[in-house]
């Protein structure tokens, strides 16, 4: 048992397997698609995204001021490159299943374009204020962390003027996320 939950791999490749055994347990009655498969992806990678912001903008940001000079190399050079890489791919990830789960549903151009109402104006909103963080993600927050966790050469200088640009956006991003898991939850409500 300790090798099994030793094994995080093993463990994610597990817990999709009993979702996809739950799919067809009750596929009889709750007919599995493309729509209610990536509905679940997209609820999943969004979970990733929003809880690996929210761990970095609750957690380790205000944390690291008060970890010792000598034991900040932990973060930097092992937890955070892992964090960046699992919430860039999370935040592409539910970008991607939730403008899949628009265009197969027949809403896309009208939620990006605000020509509905209702709940698919509401998912409009969402959508945009998830896609400007996505930029955020992969255009700001990145390529400032590229420089500040050492991944790619960068003077002090660099280094300094990078980690404001990546916690404002980074704010900005968590600022945003709260109207848009109000949109994305509402608008699916009906």
């Known amino acids: 048992m300790a090798k099994f939950f ?3 791999n093993l463990v994610v490749g597990v817990g999709f397997a009993l979702a996809i055994a739950v799919m067809l347990a009750f596929a009889p009655t709750l007919p599995v698609d493309v729509n209610s498969v990536f509905r679940w992806l997209h609820v999943f990678f969004g979970i ?30 092992h937890i955070a490159p892992k964090v960046f890489f699992y919430f860039r791919y999370a935040a ?6 939730g403008l899949t789960i628009a265009w197969v549903n027949g809403y896309l151009v009208q939620a990006l374009t605000f020509a509905g109402t209702g709940s698919i104006a509401l998912i ?3 959508m945009w204020l998830a896609l400007v963080m996505a930029f955020n993600v992969w255009f700001i927050i990145w390529p400032a962390q590229k420089k500040i966790l050492g991944i790619v050469e960068a003077t002090a ?10 916690l404002f956006a980074s704010r900005t991003n968590t ?10 939850v509402s608008a699916n409500l009906g």
């Open 124 to 126: 409009g909103v969402g």
């Open 6 to 8: 030793g094994n995080l």
């Open 175 to 184: 600022l945003l996320s709260i109207a848009m898991l109000y949109c994305m």
């Open 48 to 77: 990733l995204w929003i809880g690996l912001l929210y761990y970095l903008n609750f957690v380790q940001v205000p944390t690291m001021p008060a970890i010792p000079a000598e034991q900040k190399g932990a973060i930097t050079g």
């Open 92 to 97: 592409l990830l539910t970008v991607l299943t």
């Open 157 to 166: 200088e660099e280094k300094a003027a990078a980690a404001p640009r990546a």
